[in-house]
């Protein structure tokens, strides 16, 4: 890995001793999105949680190397994501902001840049505002407020990051949002790959690219890379080999560390295995649950995972008895 690329530092190196790293925090569980793919734990349920308490949970962490502030959606708390990243950068761990992009503005940009934020992550799934606002059920002048946001982060020279979900509603489009992201001068393109929820409330994320679109859409992506992009491909790299993938500069099948280096909080107090495909709930930190001792006395939930190693990602491809 090269000494300056610091996006997924955590999961550009192989998983080996378990222990917290990586803590992603939902500020607030709100959202002003209604994403047919959003699975985020009790969304909208009004838990929140401040820049105060959140850093008095992370202080005492000596292994963290770097907090992720996610939701619902983020900037609808933005004061206490600003406290939050200022004492990160103090303390020199990584901050993450995971944002629809809706609510963001030249301010709000300029003073995250200067609180010291390592980097911005925004969700990029449409290349045109009809589609977005088709898909999203908002209106569609959204898709126009984004884009002028995206533009903002990259002039004040935010780390951004771009995210595209392998789906259904995207597989055929790669190649247009790849060129679009490099058009709006993001030089970092994140590919998420699709899984099967139980736990989403809505059909929409699972939408799973087939085997076949799935290989096509990443082939399609790796053959079209501009040298200038960095492009990370997510929850792929257990089965990577099996599909004929391979790093190559500028091209990452990056690791998973939920569970193993990385987990989430809720605004509640819940801890998470992973919002995302294990929302698992093996502990509460208000119910003596502490957060630098968790993996030395491992609950019996994440002791039951790390034994096994689940992976969502896998299984929607390579289905057992297929």
Known sequence: MPAENKYKALELETPGVYELEGLEVGVTS?????????CAYRRDDGSKIGAEEVIRLIEDVPTLKRVRLSGGEVTLRFEDCVKIVDYCAK???ATQLNTNGSLLSEERVRRLKEAGLSNIHLSFNFTDAKSFGAYYGMDPRVYDKVIENI??????GLETVLETLLFGPTQDNMPAISA?????????????????????????????ASREALV???RDLIAN???????????????????????EPGVYFSNCVDGKKQLHLHGNGDI?????????????????????TIYANRPKALADFLERLPCPAYDALFPAGA
């Open 30 to 38: 709100n959202c002003n999105f209604k994403c047919d793919y959003c």
């Open 91 to 93: 303390r020199g761990l």
């Open 151 to 156: 533009k903002l982060c990259v002039k004040y």
């Open 180 to 208: 679009k992201v490099h058009e709006l001068g993001v030089r970092i393109h994140e590919i998420q790959n699709s899984i099967v929820m139980d736990h989403a409330e809505r059909p929409g994320w699972n939408a799973v």
């Open 216 to 218: 096509r859409s990443v």
């Open 225 to 247: 890379r501009r040298p200038d992009t960095e492009l990370y491909l997510t929850c792929m790299d257990r089965f990577m080999d099996q599909l004929g993938f391979q790093e």
């Open 272 to 292: 998470l295995i992973c919002e995302l495909c294990r929302p698992e709930v093996i502990g509460n930190v208000y119910e003596g649950t502490d957060l630098k």
